[in-house]
């Protein structure tokens, strides 16, 4: 199983950024897909959610600004991120997630930075 998260770079606050993450080895449609952040000094947090029916689910801190979505036929989840502030700066990782049937994978993340 592989997720590899590619999209990640240097963006100045208030720019967008997308970032995509490629899965591999599983039956992507049968996982909720995940994306989380982690930055310097802090836990990882989890900031974006979209289950197999395609609903969602954000963190507040990003809610309105981020957008999640997920394109089945590539085995694809996106990550769409405009309005972009500082404390965004964070590297990014993507998870696939079974939880019922023990399925749990993560790719290695990218890096956001935001610039102010």
């Known amino acids: 199983v592989q997720l590899q998260a590619s999209g990640g770079g240097l963006v100045q606050a208030g720019g967008s950024l997308g970032l995509s993450c490629a899965a591999s080895?599983?039956?992507?449609?049968?996982?909720?897909m995940q994306w989380y952040r982690q930055s310097p000094g802090n836990q990882r947090e989890l900031v974006a959610t979209?289950?197999?029916?395609?609903?969602?689910n954000y963190a507040v801190s990003v809610k309105g600004r981020f957008t999640i979505s997920r394109d089945n036929a590539k085995s694809t989840v996106y990550l769409q991120m405009s309005s972009l502030k500082p404390e965004d700066t964070a590297v990014y990782y993507c998870?696939?997630?079974?939880?019922?049937?023990?399925?749990?994978?993560w790719g290695k993340g990218t890096l956001v930075t935001v610039s102010s």
């Open positions: 979209i289950a197999r029916d395609g609903s969602t």
């Open positions: 998870r696939a997630n079974r939880p019922a049937y023990g399925g749990d994978y």
């Open positions: 080895g599983i039956i992507f449609s049968l996982y909720t």
